[in-house]
């Protein structure tokens, strides 16, 4: 009779042990990064020489793409918005850096890249987190490598945000040329963080569409 | 008492009273359902209607049915040519703005150019009764402008039994998914839909042969969901499976683009709204199957309903028409601030405020299509292509709700005066 008391209650114990999963909160700091979030203006202005050594206008081919399958629309409209021809623009979801460097577009290929995941039932079924995760690490290291030209967005607020959005967030954030961010989605530093560790210039935006105005002066 | 109840003549009193009882409250909850099965929702028709049309035009079985439901079908006064929009509302009984902002387009709408299909019962069985256990009530009514009450039924998410009887333990679609027992009566599990398949199927088969045989340019189906679930304030767009992945998937005039443009003009007037590709491996859902088997642009639009949530206190009329008073909600949400928590994706609110973010994200949707259909005919054009020009060649679809007024205007309008302002009066 004792035995069975001293096993129930060690089960008990366990089992109290393992429940009262964490609720999934909603943006919370970054692990291991404990900085205060650095003041980033937003809306403001791109600077122009970074426009200039980006040089986006004398792009022969535009790779749009995602790495989260999320919100590629958005930003395929902005360049639509800003009058830039759509016969330049080959948008594919699933393109690798493999293929966009071997191309031979252009020397150094300029790749626009959407990041973020839905947090949403819907939109987060048949994404295979992994795999773009992978595709984001291998586009960082081509920027790394000095094999093609990346520009970063990330528009969809914190519903692109949350575990399945930020491994593939980060994982691109290694290396790029510029990071342009909505700023509902860096509520917790996220984006500054990156941006600073990795000194890749940061612009935030109130809304997606206050982003239309860089796009039209990053292409004309 | 104890002898009482031994005494057998006591004993057959009692149980013969008691049973009285139940058949007296049996019948008059029978006579109640009943007239609640077989009562007629009032539709205005304005002289804009140029046609009725029956489900049982493009689903012959459904001829005699409960659910040879009404399509009000507006051909453009200047021309009846160019896009052709569905809007869908009804699908679910138990998701009232989805209904009321069909209303809404069938009693005020006009149309110029093209031709705008609505749907405001799209399954009726599921009007005439309600969900099981839920205690929820019968109608609830709208006020009108002039004081008078407009009512409205509150039906279930399902088919009724007496159109749809038994379920199997697992469904499988005409799309081939397998689903669960529940599903079997949900008109939106049910596309594409069979024409000699369930009641459900039917009426399903009859939506997407209504878009196939009128090359229906954009559909959109208006639901509504719970608080906690997660896709809410969203337009869901439709996506292709990889076999039958077109060009549509992108440019200007697929789905993704056009949901992603009416996002972008809804945030131009602060209105939110997040939006959600249709996954490729969740099946039967209008957006999925419509998309798949039809060449329409199909979306599909979630407004938050406390009525619908788990949890939520007393179901009455007023959770209904405005989820904001629920006590449980409101403790919900102050938790929620408290203790840095999300499980409240969609704040509950009023019918107007619902009904209104319909309409503003039907009006975004009709406005993205026509800038990116004049952008895609301007640029075949070599780039010589004046909007009026365009606009003559029947290639917008231009709708009025309220002259004069823009679609923020009549959002911020339906928000101060009320969804009823735009309801006539009852018959």
Known sequence: MKRILILLLLVFSLAFASCGKKNDKPVEPDDGSQDPIQE???????????????????????????????????VANMLDDAGVPTAKIKQEELITAREVITSGADEKPLVLLVVGTSSKGLGNAGTDVAKETKRAQDFAQAHLDGSIRLVIFHVGGTARRGSN???????????ADLLLVVEEGNSDGLFTNLAKENSIPLYLYSKASKMASAISKLFK | MKNLLKDK???????????????????????????????????????????????????????????DSDIYVFEGTVSKEGPKLLILGGTHPNEPSGQLTSVLFLENMTVEYGTVYVVTEANRSAYSHSHPQEASPFYYNIETSSGKLRTFKFGSRATNTNEQWPNPDIYVNPAGARLTSNDTRNLNRSYPGSESGTYSERVAYAITQLIIKNNITITIDLHEASPEYVTINTIVYGTHTPDQIEAKEVGRLSPSSIAAKAQSLMEDVDVTISTEGSPTNLRGLSHRELSDWTNTLAFLCETSNASQGKLRGAFTEELIVDGSVDKFYQKALELEKKNNTEIIFGEPTTIAERVAR??????????????????????????????????????????????????????????????????????
């Open chain 2, 9 to 67: 003549k006591w004993n057959i009193l009692l149980t013969s009273a008691l049973m009285l009882v139940a058949v007296v409250i049996t019948v008059i909850m029978g006579i109640k359902f009943r007239s609640f099965s077989q009562y007629k929702v009032y539709f205005y028709q304005s002289d804009a209607v140029t046609r009725v049309e029956k489900f049982s035009d493009y689903s012959k079985k459904l001829k005699g049915t409960i659910g």
């Open chain 1, 165 to 175: 959005s930020d491994p593939v967030i980060k994982a691109a954030c290694k290396s």
């Open chain 2, 358 to 427: 319909h309409y503003l994200s039907i009006a975004s949707i009709i406005d993205a299509y026509n800038t990116y259909a004049y952008r895609d005919a301007r640029d075949t054009a070599g780039g010589v292509l004046s909007e009026d020009e365009f606009i003559a060649s029947s290639g917008e679809l231009k709708i009025t709700i309220k002259p004069g007024m823009s679609n923020d205007e009549i959002y911020q309008d339906i928000l101060t005066k009320g969804v009823g302002s735009y309801l006539h009066d009852p018959e």
């Open chain 1, 40 to 74: 980033v203006e937003v809306d403001k202005a791109l600077d122009a020489s970074l426009i200039a050594s980006l040089g986006c206008k004398n792009a022969t081919e535009i790779f749009l793409t995602t790495c989260g399958q999320s919100d590629v629309a958005t």
